[in-house]
């Protein structure tokens, strides 16, 4: 019996020698005493002995013998083993190999044999073409560079010949000025040539590539036997970017859940603690005011109108389930709870050449109060435009949100909050100077605010490495000021450090259970604005794409590119004895008690929602 292994030019060495081992077991598995196997030139290959099923003697021992092919000379192999393994097989090894084994079966002694027949032969020469990939519709270029294979500059025009392999070889001419009908009967009116013959390259050019035009095409050079091969994959134009994402944000399907709003409130609590984590390492050893709320309604605006793979990184960045339907109704009802003391606007400019999706249109008002304003075609008109908005909003706090609006700006979303609490508890004194401590050891002097007898409720904190006071505001509304136990850098780093969700909300879960008591209180006078690109914020939150290529066709439902161009957060705090006063805006183009209480060394500030039991507002004071 005769098994071949067929020398197909795709299989490399390493899986002819798979494909022989499994010959081989096919071999040992019969009850036969010959076995012809066809093997490829400088290839290895294992020859066992016998089959596993063969009869076990006892005392047994292994001959192996050759005989030639070519000389008909038989040779005792030096082998005795059970298999004999032959590498970098030669022509010279083609014949006869035999294994006798012999030994005793009971009483008797007996002999078994099985002979292999190699044949050896040369492998295929392998090929090898261009592979050219187009997108129906588009024109493609098939190269032919002939120059190394022209002895001298041919007179003949063309020199090749052009043919696809398609139900037989057809000629091509792509000559386009052929008056001949039968020759343009050959070929499709969409072939030409696509260089002058002096450049060597004899390329032809199809325009407007079709699915049907796939295929192998052959370059073959009329003077020599050589054809070059150039395959053509014509891929189906991708569906229409928006297909499929254009429908409106899914309703809410239990709008009264309290689960719902307890997994926004968690989510905002994680993305506020993960901003301050990237920005705390932006601006080292810098004062930080932000509104974390501010930054997210801007993101949660602009969630309503994502879909796809933006929408999953949106949902990731906020710290929200996948596929949450509930986040903006939710948001909406937060927003009303704290409507007595947390002033929060949104507003969307945009482009009049750029349509908006109706459905995005409605659901911004319904949920953020967000109605369209078209930009103009002048692009000071348009900073004031934007500027006059966000100090609107603020109160005048924030005057100057952006100072550009790029001409090719096509949309334009913003988010502002502004906050005014009141001390429950007046200071005695507002013009007092004390001496607050930098890190580099320095002592400056700066306006305080100071009460002997101050009701508030504070504590130590081990997990966070700070000292804790909670300052009672008007509107349901705390501030938390958390001091490291020194003025040195490392104990400020140690601390802002272990600021996380989970210690925040341990912080006020247990400041709450302490009682309130009188202390005297010293805290520096502040008047704050910080503004903070956003990019790069954005970009560490996983949100890369809104920069890119971002999937917005619920807000776009057009097929137009669009993305953010710029992203900024400007938000100002006032600490007086007035009280607390804040604002922040968002522009997105595309337990051991202390008698004393003193904030004269570097501090983190949180403004906490008591009602929404969210922060409003985070920052450090380095350096008032």
């Known amino acids: 019996m005769g098994l071949k292994l067929l020398p197909f030019e795709s299989i490399s060495v390493t899986e002819s020698n798979t494909m022989y081992r499994i010959l081989l077991l096919l071999c040992a598995g019969l009850s036969l005493s010959t076995c012809d196997i066809t093997v490829l030139l400088k290839s290895s290959i294992s020859l066992p002995c016998l089959p596993d099923d063969a009869p076990t003697l006892v005392d047994s021992t292994y001959t192996w013998s050759f005989t030639s092919a070519q000389t008909q000379q038989q040779l005792i192999l030096e082998e005795k083993s059970t298999i004999l393994n032959l590498s970098s097989i030669n022509t010279t090894d083609s014949g006869q190999y035999k294994c006798v084994k012999e030994g005793y079966k009971g009483e008797d002694r007996v002999r078994l044999s099985r002979t292999f027949t190699i044949h050896v032969e040369a492998p295929p020469p392998f090929q090898e073409w261009q592979v050219i990939k187009v997108e129906a519709t588009h024109d493609v270029t098939l190269p032919c560079q002939v120059a190394e294979f022209l002895s001298s500059r041919e007179t003949k025009s063309p020199p090749v010949v052009w043919k696809r392999e398609k139900d037989g070889v057809v000629l091509l001419n792509p000559d386009k000025d052929t008056d001949s009908q039968k020759e343009r009967d050959l070929t499709t009116q969409r072939v030409f040539w696509d260089t002058r013959p002096d450049e060597q390259d004899w390329a032809i050019k199809i325009s407007q590539a079709r699915e049907e035009d796939a295929g192998m095409y052959q370059c073959v050079i009329t003077n020599s036997s050589k054809t070059l091969l150039v395959e053509l994959e014509v891929q189906a134009p991708p569906p229409p970017r928006c297909l499929g994402h254009t429908d409106p944000w899914e309703p809410c399907l239990d709008p009264d859940s309290r689960s719902g709003r307890a997994i926004v409130q968690e989510s905002l609590r994680e993305f506020s603690t993960s901003v301050y984590s990237e920005l705390k390492g932006s601006k080292p050893k810098t004062n930080l005011i932000f509104s974390p709320v501010s930054i997210a309604a801007a993101l949660y605006n602009l969630l309503l109108g994502a879909r796809g793979e933006t929408r999953t990184q949106l949902e990731v960045a906020l710290k929200l389930p996948p596929k ?95 906050f005014n609490g009141k001390w429950k508890t007046v200071f005695e004194s507002t013009n007092k100077w004390e001496k607050f401590t930098t890190f580099s050891d320095q002592a400056k002097d700066v306006p305080t605010l100071y009460s002997s007898k101050y009701s508030l409720q504070m504590g130590y904190f081990k997990h966070l490495k700070a000292e804790v006071g909670k300052f009672p505001l008007t509107g349901k509304n705390s501030l938390y000021i958390l001091v490291p136990p020194t003025p040195s850098e490392k104990d400020f780093l140690l601390m802002e450090n272990n600021i996380n969700y989970k210690t925040i909300e341990e912080m006020v879960s247990e400041m709450n259970k302490i009682p309130i008591q009188t202390a005297e209180v010293t805290l520096p ?50 600490l007086t004895e007035k009280g607390v006063e804040v604002a922040a805006a968002t522009s997105i183009s595309f337990s051991r008690s202390f008698s004393t209480f003193s904030a004269l060394r570097p501090f983190i500030l949180i403004l906490w929602s008591d009602e929404a039991a969210i922060p409003l507002f985070m920052g450090r004071i380095i350096d008032p």
Not at 530 to 551: I, V, Y
Request: charged share 20%; with cysteine; glycine share 2%.
């Open 324 to 418: 949450f339907s509930c986040s903006h109704s939710e948001l909406k009802s937060l927003k009303q709870v704290m409507k007595d003391t947390l002033r929060m606007a949104s507003a969307m400019f945009y482009s009049p050449e750029q349509q908006l999706g109706e459905a995005f249109i409605n659901q911004s008002q319904e949920f953020y109060d967000a109605m369209p304003q078209k930009l103009t075609n002048d692009s000071d008109l348009n900073v004031k435009l934007i500027n006059d908005w966000v100090a609107d909003k603020t109160n005048k706090k924030i005057t100057q949100l952006i100072t550009e609006v790029d001409p090719s700006t096509s949309f334009v979303l913003l988010n502002a909050v502004y």
């Open 525 to 574: 006078i502040i008047k704050l604005t910080e503004t903070t690109p956003l990019e790069e914020l954005l970009r560490n939150l996983g949100l890369s794409d809104l920069f890119l290529n971002p999937n917005l066709c619920g807000m776009f439902p057009g097929e137009s590119e669009s993305f953010i161009s710029d992203a900024r957060h400007s938000a100002f705090l006032s």
